[in-house]
């Protein structure tokens, strides 16, 4: 079954605390993407890369460190650096620049 | 460079009436545009996409949009909406021809449907 898979659907991060976010993909796309959700603006780009062992950062890196091991994988992990991490997640694959993005499921971070 | 403004945050549309989304956009070279819907606590899904030729695109579930050069923009429209329409609705550009990955994308169109 092809896609994109977002795991946890659900995590809780404590005060301090450094998270990963997991995104895979089977979809043999070069390229991979995490944005970030809130409430009235849409999605923004935290890092994004099109190839292995490549990354750049977005239009809000900080705070966040990624990782591009493998083709199929691109972690996300939001360290405590990251004062407000309470968001939506959402990690999105293209073949290459111009191509549609297909996105994951979502993860949701919350702060205890 | 390039950016979206969605015009309308919430619209509120009665079953099988018709809806249009507002989209605009500004951007100093030849652009790609999507449309992509969201439902609660799932990603985003494309509805449709335009890269060249023909101004009118159709998509799933009923839905086109035209592209219209001169005002920059990219509406979209539904001539009869259901209630699995509510939803979240997203339009995003990104540069043609280029080697750069990235979209920019709108903020968002709640689209509320009423039996």
């Known amino acids: 079954d092809g896609g994109i898979t977002q795991s946890p659907k659900y995590l809780f991060r404590k005060e301090g605390q450094n998270v990963t976010l997991s995104c895979e993909q089977n979809?043999?796309?070069?390229?991979m993407y995490w944005y970030r959700q809130d409430p009235g603006q849409g999605l923004r780009l935290i890092y994004y890369s099109q190839i292995v062992n490549d990354f750049q950062k977005g239009d809000i890196a900080e705070g966040y460190s990624v990782s591009r091991e493998k083709k199929e994988s691109f972690p996300l992990t939001v360290t405590s650096a990251q004062k407000n991490p309470t968001a939506f997640y959402l990690c999105a694959t293209s073949g290459r620049a111009g191509e549609t993005q297909y996105f994951g499921p979502g993860t949701r971070l919350l702060v205890l | 460079a390039q950016s979206v403004t969605q015009l309308d945050s919430q619209v509120p549309v009665f079953e099988e009436a018709p809806v249009e989304l507002r989209c605009n956009y500004s951007?100093?070279?030849?652009?790609?545009l999507f449309w992509y819907v969201q439902y609660p606590n799932q990603g985003l899904q494309l509805l449709l996409k335009y890269l060249s030729g023909s101004t009118l695109v159709k998509g799933i579930n009923g839905f086109e949009a035209e592209f219209n050069k001169s005002q920059t923009s990219f509406h979209l429209r539904k001539p009869s909406v259901h209630i699995s329409d509510t939803a979240e609705y997203f339009c995003?550009?990104?540069?043609?021809?280029?080697?750069?990955?990235?979209?920019?994308f709108g903020a968002g169109t709640t689209v509320t449907v009423r039996a």
């Open positions: 951007s100093s070279v030849s652009v790609y």
């Open positions: 979809l043999n796309h070069d390229a």
């Open positions: 995003a550009v990104g540069p043609l021809r280029s080697n750069d990955y990235k979209l920019s």
